[in-house]
């Protein structure tokens, strides 16, 4: 099955990202993670929504990145199986109490396939 949060990991990791699926206990100073947060499918086309969060050690360098992935997602070249990523919101700040790092967050809907 052809897994979106996998594909745009590897996608960000190509672009020089420090991408994850979830945060981890240890971690770079600057990291991506990518979650899907719902969608449709139908037939053969997967609708994703997913969240993808910049941590950084402030709150320019979380901003900056999340523009650079806005900007990517934009223009492209886009992950292989996705066919249109349009911004759904952000970037915005999201600041995680838990760990006090700056972090922002971008909403993207994606249509990509859904099998290998």
Excluded at 18 to 32: L, N, T
Excluded at 84 to 103: H, K, M, S
Aim: net charge negative; charged share 20%; with cysteine.
């Amino acid at each position: 099955m052809y897994s979106i949060t996998a594909a745009l990991v590897a996608w960000l990791r190509g672009a020089g990202y420090a991408a994850y699926a979830r945060p981890r206990k240890e971690m770079p100073v600057e990291f991506v993670t990518v979650e899907r947060q719902g969608g449709p499918v139908t037939d053969m086309v997967d609708h994703p929504t997913v969240a993808v969060q910049t941590w950084a050690p402030t709150e320019e360098r979380s901003e900056q990145m999340a523009l650079e992935i806005r900007a990517m997602a934009r223009m492209g070249p886009l992950p292989e199986g996705v066919s249109r990523i349009d911004v759904n919101a952000g970037p915005y700040p999201f600041y995680d109490e838990g760990t006090r790092c700056p972090r922002h967050q971008l909403v993207l809907d994606v249509t990509s396939r859904l099998t290998n």
